[in-house]
């Protein structure tokens, strides 16, 4: 495949000094590769969010990198999400319902602060599908995560500051129903026939 499949906005989005929630449903073509699902800044301050080819979910910044549990591989959309704490300094991570931190992982640095302000990119980096994007400027607890599982939402919830259903089925650009800034396609298409989901492909490896 080729690295220039993804999704992204045209403006910035700074995510500094909060907390967030990034919210996903992925299907990857090939489970035995690490795969990139989300990027926001890519000058080594930003970070992505993807899964290593042992299939554990990862959240890396320059060097520093937070590994989930291994998970089971990815047959199915799988619902994936990362939770940052700014005000604890944790990362958590959930697949489904369920949270697959590993708690014996390396924890973030005490000087940890995230203060990037960049655009918003999905699937550079992911050879599969992906369905569903939600950014939260908020910790999502487990009980949150679950009461909004497998849900469409209506954009108004709060704290939730994009979010993607991907229902457009055709076209180049995604509408954010929490009113905020339009994705671009680049390089991907459309899973028809039902148009419920996005194809991007990428050789990137985590």
Known sequence: GTPESYAT???????????????????????????????????????RFGITADNRLLLSRGTIGIYSKPLEKMLEFTRVCVTYNNETNEIRFFAGTQDVTDDSAPKLPANFDYDVSAPLV??????????????WTKALTQEEIAATHLRYLTGYEQELVAYYPM??????????????ATLT????????????SLAVKSGEQV
Not at 167 to 180: F, V
Request: avoid cysteine.
């Open 9 to 47: 906005t045209q403006v910035s989005r700074s995510l500094s000094d909060r907390a967030f929630t990034l919210d996903m449903l992925v299907k990857p073509s090939d489970t035995n590769k690490g795969q990139t699902f989300f990027e926001h800044g890519n000058d080594g301050s930003g970070v």
């Open 122 to 135: 999905f699937g550079r980096g992911l050879d599969g599908n992906m369905l569903e994007l939600r950014l």
């Open 167 to 180: 229902t457009e089925g055709q076209g180049t650009t995604l509408t954010d129903k929490a009113g905020g």
């Open 185 to 196: 396609l680049h390089g991907a298409s459309w899973n028809l026939p039902k148009g419920i």
